[in-house]
């Protein structure tokens, strides 16, 4: 079970930072993600990372701006969001999948097998 955090109404240039809290015993196995879902669009790539955590992609609309993490302690990814735009308003979704290579990251919604509900950002102009 994956369960997102942080979600907020912001000001253009504001940051936030979104948790996903996994619930299992393995989440070291398990390669992460964040997408997101503005009304009317397609579900998109935001960003992920390793089961390690030593590799991150990210998509072209949020590098330099936001950062992906995670905590394997805590069982916890989270998404740093800086210098936040009204074009990323949308709901943002934590996703998981299962690898046996630490160092992979998949970046295509059907590389997910889990997928959490969904926190809502918010960004005014």
């Known amino acids: 079970q994956l369960v997102e955090s942080g979600g907020g109404l912001v000001q253009a240039g504001a940051s936030l930072r979104l948790s996903c809290a996994a619930s299992g015993r393995t989440f070291s196995s398990f390669a992460m993600g964040w997408f997101r879902q503005a009304p009317g669009e397609e579900r998109e790539f935001v960003a992920a990372i390793s089961s390690r955590g030593d590799n991150t992609r990210y998509a072209e609309s949020v590098k330099g701006r936001f950062t992906i993490s995670r905590d394997n302690a805590k069982n916890t990814v989270y998404l740093q969001m800086n210098s936040l735009k009204p074009e990323d308003t949308a709901e943002y979704y934590c996703?998981?999948?299962?690898?046996?290579?630490?160092?992979?990251?998949?970046?295509?919604?059907?590389?997910?097998?889990?997928w959490g509900q969904g926190t809502q950002v918010t960004v005014s102009s």
């Open positions: 996703a998981a999948r299962w690898t046996a290579s630490g160092s992979s990251t998949f970046t295509a919604r059907n590389d997910y097998n889990y």
